[in-house]
């Protein structure tokens, strides 16, 4: 209780009953915002970009330039649309917080995050096969260079970190900071009002209603960070698959 508000339980903060809710339409509008979007971009014709083909180029050319090139060198552009569809998907899931009516991100529940780490994983597991065949596994858990009598410890290692370990930090990377980030606006909001309700000096609500105004603005950032951290990341992993001994 803060001066008779009472805080809301977690399951208030993340969870909605039905099949169909409000995590369900923020992911149908991450997919359908950016769509539509980049269909509209199609449809302009001249050199100059404007309206949502501007907002469209933008995007591709910062994956590209800030993602993929750093990461994977100019082989990595053939995995431009993948990598682009991750950081929108992740930007338009986590935005939603801020935005009234949503004030959730989607990706503060694990379902979402961990469906995209799993089909990373699955892409550069299959990239690396593709491109190396079944020695990629020999690559990845008989490292190179390695003493051989190492290889009872460090083979192991490279199943659970690569295999197992890798999806599950992926998905929990983001999924957490979402989430913290999700009841840190949560708690400044509930403290807010209940100063406002409790009528206490014009200091104190001053010092926490810019906090929340701080925060929100924080979390924006945080956002677009953590769409490109998750994007990035997908990218180093596709990377290594594709030259796994480097």
Known sequence: MIFGLEFPSMENLVEWPGVFNKIALIHMLSVLIPTVVFLLAARQKGLVPRGTRTVAETTVGFVEEQIILPTMGTEGLKYLPLLVSFFLYVFFGNITEVIPFFQMPAMARMGGPLVLALIAWAMFISVGVKHNGL???KSVLFPP???KW?????????????FLIRPFSHAVRLFANMLAGHILLVTFGVLCIGLWAAQVTVVVIGLTFPGLVAFTAFEV???????FVFTILAAVYIGGALHPNH
Do not use: M, R
């Open 145 to 147: 260079g390695v003493p």
């Open 135 to 137: 020695g990629y596994f």
């Open 150 to 162: 190492l290889y009872p410890l460090v083979t192991p290692i490279e199943v659970l970190s690569t």
């Open 221 to 227: 950032g945080v956002s677009l960070i953590q769409a």
